[in-house]
């Protein structure tokens, strides 16, 4: 497994993660368990303050989708980065955090009423518009309200998979956006500039996720670009700022091989002052929005190991007290993971195996065939890399408990996400009255 950040093999033959035992972290806070390396973290987010703010004044909205808490939003705060949120609900826990809502992003591409009317009340920086349905709806909120909303328009610019599978967002048949092409995102402009109470500020696109081709980046700069020039000679507008979104790959496994920060900012804001000079049109401020490349890597989740099934001449399953609840990448889009068993980092590898999940599900596999030392049960696996889009896509299938998290540094492990009990399992569940038996019409009713 390469080490990330702050990992290191201690003087115990551990892996430590922030100063901080992984054995001990597992054996104090339990297993599953996440863990947010700190000064990773931070160091994700300097990277793109630097590569993008100071260098070229572009700026960084971090995509809370990846991963998101109270904690991390103080974090994001910090270190002086905005944020892309998409849901009431990640409005609410960036107001309870406290985030200054100036520098707030709120995405989606099915805003509810309720949802538009919050980012309203809370007085969000920019509102990204993804259709005519959502223009009409929010023109009229803002009237109700005596407000304008500051917006951008979200649009799709019709780039296909042609350098990465994963680029699924950016084509023309997508759920996202207004499509350049066939002039609708020209006629939402031109109805946007048109209402009171929109105040129409630039344009966003996002191509996808885990992207190694700095090339789709400048692409879809230029395809932008070009429609930016063509709505300012239809309309006379100009985009004071451009959103390209978020994308940037990271190393999960042996065989990827990212770009920097800085060759990603570099394409990018090149490509648009390139396109701007030779269009003849102001170059707008380039927003971008990373989520996975900041967190992804700061996350480890360590697990114990439990039952070994050795199928003579077939495998070896290594099983493992979490799986797909709590990591669902590999089952949905067979995302590839490293791991190390951390009470025996020093040790060499022996054997190759395959590490199971817990849940009912054939699929429910993290890992297939890695070399490990030899394990038995009760040691600790950790699987790197696991800061985005696990714990924001984790599910309680099977009734497993959400793990808790912590935030490592200095030698300091913090929780700040407490783990999930089965009385918080229940706790939703209603009885109605016909269904009750005995002392059992208690449980349901407690909280
Ligand atoms: C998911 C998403 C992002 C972040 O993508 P990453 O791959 O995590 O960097 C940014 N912007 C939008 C609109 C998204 O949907």
Same mark, same amino acid.
Not at 68 to 91: K, P
Not at 328 to 347: D, I, S, T, V
């Given at each position: ?22 054995? %001990? ?12 390396? !700190? &000064? ?19 700026? =960084? ?23 892309? /949120? ?17 520098? #707030? ?28 349905? %959502? ?11 005596? =407000? @304008? ?29 207004? =499509? ?13 500039? !048109? ?38 000679? !239809? ?15 990271? $190393? $999960? ?8 920060? &800085?060759? $990603?900012?570099? #394409?990018?804001?090149?490509? =648009? ?5 030779? /269009? ?7 927003? +971008?929005?990373?989520? @996975? ?21 077939? @495998?070896?399953? +290594?099983? +493992? ?29 022996? !054997? #190759? +195996? ?26 600790? /696996? ?6 985005? $889009? ?15 998290? #912590? ?23 209603? /009885?109605?009255?016909?269904? @009750? ?11």
């Amino acid at each position: 497994m390469k080490l990330h950040g702050t990992m290191r093999i201690n003087d115990r033959g551990h892996l430590e993660i922030g100063g901080c035992d992984a054995v %001990e972290l597992a054996r104090q806070f339990g297993t599953p368990l996440y863990v947010l390396d !700190e &000064q990773l973290f931070r160091k994700n987010c300097r990277e793109y303050h630097q590569a993008f703010t100071l260098k070229y004044s572009a700026e =960084v909205i971090y995509a809370a989708k990846a991963l998101f808490n109270m904690a991390v939003c103080r974090l994001v705060e910090e270190e002086g980065l905005g944020l892309d /949120l998409v849901s009431g609900g990640e409005l609410y826990t960036a107001r309870q955090a406290r985030f200054p809502m100036a520098r #707030v992003y709120f995405h989606g591409n099915n805003k509810s009423f309720e949802e538009l009317a919050l980012a309203l009340e809370y007085k969000v920086g920019r509102i990204v518009v993804d259709n005519f349905y %959502e223009l009409e709806l929010l023109n009229r909120l803002a009237k109700e309200r005596h =407000v @304008r909303a500051d917006i951008i328009l979200r649009l799709t610019p019709g780039i296909e998979a042609h350098t990465h599978e994963y680029i699924k967002t950016g084509q023309i048949d997508s759920k996202f956006g207004l =499509v350049i092409e066939n002039g609708q995102a020209l006629a939402a402009i031109k109805k946007a500039l !048109e209402m009171d109470n929109i105040n129409l500020r630039g344009l966003h696109c996002h191509i996808g996720s885990q992207i190694f081709e700095l090339e789709s980046y400048a692409h879809c700069a230029r395809v932008m670009m070009g429609f930016v020039a063509e709505a300012y000679k !239809e309309t006379g507008w100009t985009a004071e700022e451009l959103d390209l979104g978020g994308g940037l790959g990271i $190393y $999960y496994a042996s065989g990827d091989r990212p770009p920097s920060v &800085q060759e $990603y900012a570099d #394409v990018l804001v090149n490509a =648009v002052s390139a396109a701007a000079e030779e /269009l003849n049109v102001p170059a707008p401020r380039v927003i +971008v929005e990373p989520g @996975r490349s900041i967190c992804g890597p700061a996350g480890t989740t360590l697990y114990t190991v439990g039952a070994i099934k050795d199928i003579p001449g077939v @495998r070896k399953y +290594v099983a +493992v007290d979490g799986g797909m609840g709590d990591n669902p990448r590999p089952a949905l889009y067979q995302a590839r993971y490293e791991a190390c068993a951390a009470n025996k980092a020093a040790q060499p590898a022996a !054997e #190759v +195996v395959s590490i199971a999940g817990k849940c009912c599900e054939s699929g429910d596999m993290l890992i297939w065939d890695i070399a490990l030392p030899p394990l038995e049960p009760g040691d600790i /696996l950790a699987v790197s890399c696991t800061g985005a $889009y696990n714990y924001t896509m984790s599910m309680n299938y099977n009734r497993l408990p959400r793990p808790a998290m #912590v935030l490592v540094g200095g030698g300091q492990a913090d929780l700040i996400l407490a783990r999930e009990t089965y009385a918080d399992l229940v706790s939703h569940d209603r /009885l109605p009255a016909r269904l @009750r038996k005995g002392k059992l019409s208690n449980v349901a009713s407690a909280r």
